[in-house]
């Protein structure tokens, strides 16, 4: 046998691997990203003073239109029909019970020592 610190080496581990940082899940946008109310306000008070600020108000309007067009396209499901997700409902909640009897079942068995406290 290798003895010294060649035979050492060999026989350490490798270092571990730094942990992988997760990024975490996009932040969902503000309630006051969706709301068109403050622009339509702004719409009428550069309606009543006869403001040339209009157009841009207005473009404003339209652009979150499309963003909130673009956003809502793209939200899972958003394809699934009514009658689908409703059978989708209903799978799943078969689903559950189905589990739920199993897991009485199970208990009932007796196979598990459940401590008393």
Same mark, same amino acid.
């Given at each position: 046998? &290798?003895? #010294?610190? &060649? #035979?050492?080496? &060999?026989?350490?581990?490798?270092?571990?691997?730094?942990?992988?940082?997760?990024?975490?899940?996009?932040?969902? *946008? &503000?309630?006051?990203?969706?709301?068109?109310? *403050? =622009?339509?306000? !702004?719409?009428?008070?550069?309606? !009543?003073?006869?403001?040339?600020?209009v157009?841009?108000v207005? /473009?404003? =309007?339209? /652009?979150?239109?499309?963003?909130?067009?673009?956003?809502?396209?793209?939200?899972? #499901?958003? #394809?699934?029909? *009514?009658?689908?997700? +409703? +059978?989708? =409902?209903? /799978?799943?909640?078969?689903?559950?019970?189905?589990? /739920?009897? =199993?897991? +009485?079942?199970?208990?009932?068995?007796?196979?598990?020592?459940? *401590?008393?406290?």
């Amino acid at each position: 046998m &290798a003895s #010294g610190p &060649a #035979g050492r080496a &060999a026989e350490e581990p490798p270092p571990p691997e730094p942990p992988v940082e997760q990024k975490p899940p996009p932040l969902p *946008p &503000a309630q006051e990203e969706f709301s068109f109310l *403050p =622009l339509v306000h !702004d719409i009428i008070k550069c309606m !009543d003073k006869d403001s040339q600020d209009v157009h841009q108000v207005l /473009n404003e =309007l339209k /652009n979150k239109f499309q963003e909130m067009r673009k956003l809502i396209s793209s939200m899972p #499901g958003i #394809g699934v029909s *009514p009658e689908q997700q +409703q +059978q989708q =409902l209903q /799978n799943l909640r078969e689903q559950v019970r189905t589990k /739920n009897e =199993l897991l +009485q079942k199970y208990k009932s068995l007796c196979m598990f020592e459940i *401590p008393k406290e």
